[in-house]
């Protein structure tokens, strides 16, 4: 099954079809995982009412993707790394267990997914980032994009320092050697931004040969005002750059990932699907209607990661729309979900509290 | 450092720290005996202003306007009188100082109001920005001070500031911090004048206790009541007043008692629907969170995650459950008997509400529980409904002195 999807074009089931191919093999995973993971079987029997012959995709048991933050779950018992989300500071990371198989499948599940963008072969790779990120152990999610994508990559090269300042010498180098043939630009959205787009001057480097790949946040460029648009036409505008994929894609489901296409929106690949719901009564949302992002996947078998509710809004634009061939789902998404001030007897931070040394 | 002071129809004012401090050492100059008749008829006058608003008034308000109506006052009055020891006179401390708490914004008016009949001079650090219900009240109260000529009486903002703490500290003779352990030990390094008083509010968290066998009893009417009220308890300030319950221990066992504490448990979210109460999505998933996560560490036999307003988890053992969530979360806990919850109680346990009992076996659990913790058993509904005698302070008596006559 899992083979089937993964060899068919990402985007060639029309809904119906992917439905029918998912369910079982989605049934399954939650099987497995309630056989090998006790603290899993204890949710879906405390709050699912234990595995049933679920009959619909949206009937299938998930779990909240802040629950990875909580408590160490796992379904292997030969995890070979683990990813941690790169977290505020002061937050508790996720911790994601990744075996052997599962980086396989992930692995797999990138290729099928890219093959369409980049092709067959190799590319020569930049990446927009430090080699410090992809550490050996405990990876963060930008660690472990940069280290799936340099499957790609004929050899890596990094753009920035070990304190993420632009080598500048370095990338005029990777650019100037490249001259002529396809190559592969990979970065979070943000680095992107200020580093590469701030660093260099209009017309200083000549990307129309690269594919530039990027993801992470908004938030950070939302603050600073820079839309999806904005991002596009800047970086068009100072470096010749059009072959821009922005992708949705979060540590805890490292492998699928959600690319941009036609229309500007995103689209889960067969392998995955995507599912809206209404925040409080947790109901399946109608079609264009926006709600919290619940994301199924056929990846993870070291982790019960398959089925997650996540912390995004988004809405689904249409299903088998076509546009581009595309069949399935094609989402947008508008942000993270509002966090609670709650209002309480005890000052949340002491505000009255004026550190000692400085006054 | 210069602080806002607040004056009638809602005018701020500047007042620089000199000025300010002249005031408050001007202001224990003068004061009357406790219950001065004037104090209590502007007190009073409170309530007649809350009886006469038209449209919605806010719980928190209108519970106010019962608290601070005339025969009430009289009856604090009496009750105070009487506690007074024969041969013994009782005095205002002088010039008390309130730190409310910045978010349950009826506080500081209690605190305020107990001192001020108490005789005392006060000043209050009011948080930057009132709501609506509650500034019109202060508004009230500032013009009738004004009116009375009364300058004793102090309603200040200043941003967080040590140096301006330290020095109204160090001119009042009492103080009394709301907001938890955090503030407490920003300000326990703060002297007062003459060695003078401090009251401390910290960190505290409530709990209920249901006889299942009686609320299975329940017809319909009944159970819907109990719902109303237990509503109130919870989603009056999101949950996170320190009197709202967040668990929820059951005397009974759960095949016999679980369907109607479920019932309860629905009823008590359709309580919060229709009064629109509703926490941000980011919330919702909190608490979804937090529930899940008890089933995996095997805290939770059940999780109730479905209801928008209320989440719940049910464990069929005793055990204490100390997540407080907050904005509708509820563990639920199976007890045999109600002297089981006496092994259960903590320090912090503040406001124990329950239901189905007789009143003697109430009284029993209290006497039973001798450690620290615990300052209030009361009814289901009445969780939020501020006592003078609050966290195990009899206010009126902290703030007043007593003086041996012979």
Same mark, same amino acid.
């Given at each position: ?6 060899d068919?074009q ?35 029997d ?12 949206? $009937?299938?048991?998930?779990l909240?993707?802040?629950?990875f ?6 379904? /292997?018992?030969?995890?070979s ?7 505020? /500071? ?27 963008i ?56 990777f ?9 592969l ?44 648009a904005?991002?596009r ?30 229309g ?31 994301i ?23 299903t088998?729309?076509?546009l ?13 979900v ?8 005890? $000052?949340?931070?002491?505000a ?5 040394a400085?006054r | ?13 500047d ?22 008749? =004037? ?6 006058s ?46 205002p ?14 506080i ?72 938890? =352990? ?20 910290? =960190? ?19 159970l ?126 503040q ?56």
């Open positions: 099954m899992f083979d089937r999807l993964l068919s990402p985007y060639s089931l029309r809904q119906v079809e992917k439905d029918a191919l998912l369910l079982p093999a989605l049934k399954d995973l939650t099987r497995f995982h309630y056989e090998r993971c006790q603290p899993y079987a204890q949710i879906v405390a709050a699912w009412g234990g595995v049933q012959d679920w009959q619909g995709l949206s $009937d299938v048991p998930f909240p993707v802040q629950i933050k909580e408590h160490a779950l796992t379904s /292997t018992t030969a995890p790394m683990i990813l941690q989300s790169s977290g505020t /500071t002061g937050q508790t990371p996720s911790q994601i267990f990744v075996d052997s198989e599962t980086a396989e499948r992930q692995s797999r599940a990138l290729v099928s997914t890219l093959r369409p980049l092709g067959d072969s190799r590319l020569p790779f930049l990446a927009i980032d430090t080699k410090d990120v992809i550490k050996p152990n405990n990876l963060t999610a930008r660690g472990a994009g940069v280290l799936g994508m340099m499957k790609f990559g004929a050899r890596a090269t990094f753009a920035l320092t070990s304190d993420l300042e632009m080598d500048e010498a370095t990338v005029r180098r650019v100037e050697s490249n001259r002529g043939r396809p190559f630009l990979f970065g979070f959205t943000f680095l992107v931004w200020t580093k590469l787009f701030g660093q260099f001057a209009n017309g200083e480097l000549d990307l129309s040969d690269a594919i530039l790949i990027h993801s992470g946040g908004w938030k950070k460029l939302e603050d600073q005002k820079v839309s999806s904005v991002f036409a800047s970086l068009r505008q100072r470096f010749n750059l059009t072959k821009i994929f922005n992708f949705y894609g979060f540590v805890e489901q490292i492998g699928s990932m959600f690319v941009e296409g036609p500007g929106f995103l689209y889960p690949p067969n392998f995955t699907d995507v599912i809206v719901r209404r925040p409080g009564s947790w109901e399946v949302a109608e079609d264009g209607e926006e709600g919290v992002l619940q199924l996947s056929l990846l993870p078998k070291s982790y019960p990661g398959h089925n997650v509710l996540t912390e995004d809004r988004g809405t689904i634009v249409t088998d729309g076509g581009g061939n595309r069949l399935g789902k094609a989402i947008s998404i508008a942000g993270r509002a966090k609670a001030e709650l209002r309480g007897c005890s $000052d949340v931070i002491a009255e509290t004026v550190p000692q400085t | 450092m210069n602080s806002m002071l607040f004056e009638a129809e809602g005018r701020r004012s007042i620089s720290a000199h000025v300010l401090r002249a005031r408050i050492d001007a202001s224990r100059l003068s004061l009357p005996a406790p219950f001065d008749p =004037d104090r209590v008829s502007l007190v009073a409170i309530a007649d202003v809350i009886v006469r608003w038209k449209g919605d008034v806010a719980p928190g308000i209108k519970y106010l306007g019962f608290w601070t109506r005339r025969a009430a006052l009289r009856h604090l009055e009496r009750n105070f009188l009487e506690r007074c020891p024969a041969d013994t006179l009782s005095r401390r002088g010039m008390v100082f309130h730190l409310p708490p910045k978010n349950v914004e009826t500081f008016l209690y605190s305020w109001i107990l001192s001020y009949l108490a005789g005392n001079a006060n000043i209050v650090r009011m948080p930057q920005a009132v709501g609506g219900d509650v500034m019109r009240v202060l508004d009230r109260v500032i013009a009738a001070l004004d009116a009375a000529h009364d300058p004793s009486q102090m309603f200040v903002h200043y941003p967080a500031d040590n140096d301006l703490s330290e020095m109204i500290s160090a001119h009042s003779d009492a103080r009394v911090v709301w907001g938890g =352990d955090a503030k407490i030990a920003t300000f326990e390094r703060m002297p007062l004048r003459n060695g003078g008083k401090s009251i401390w509010f910290g =960190d505290r968290s409530s709990l209920c206790v249901l006889d299942g066998a009686v609320v299975a009893a329940l017809d319909g009417a009944g819907a009541d109990l719902a109303q009220r237990f509503a109130n308890d919870i989603f009056l300030f999101d949950q996170m007043a320190c009197s709202s319950p967040h668990a929820l221990y059951v005397v009974g066992r759960a095949p016999e008692h679980l369907a109607a504490i479920k019932a309860l448990l629905d009823l008590i979210s359709q309580e919060a629907a229709g009064k629109g109460s509703a926490v941000a999505a980011g919330h919702q998933i909190a608490k979804m969170t937090a529930g899940f996560s008890a089933a995996a560490s095997g805290q939770a036999t059940e999780v109730l995650w479905r209801a928008p307003q209320l989440t719940s988890i049910i464990s069929e053992t005793a055990a204490r459950a100390d997540r407080s969530v907050g904005g509708g979360f509820l563990s639920v806990v199976f007890l045999n008997e109600l002297a089981g919850l006496n092994d259960l109680l903590r320090d912090k346990d406001t124990i509400t329950h239901f189905g009992f007789a009143t003697s076996d109430i009284r029993r659990a209290a006497e039973r529980h001798l450690g620290p913790g615990v300052a209030r058993w009361t009814p289901v509904g009445l969780a939020l409904e501020f006592d003078s005698i609050w966290d195990g302070y009899d206010i009126l008596m902290e703030t007043t002195r007593l003086c041996r006559v012979g």
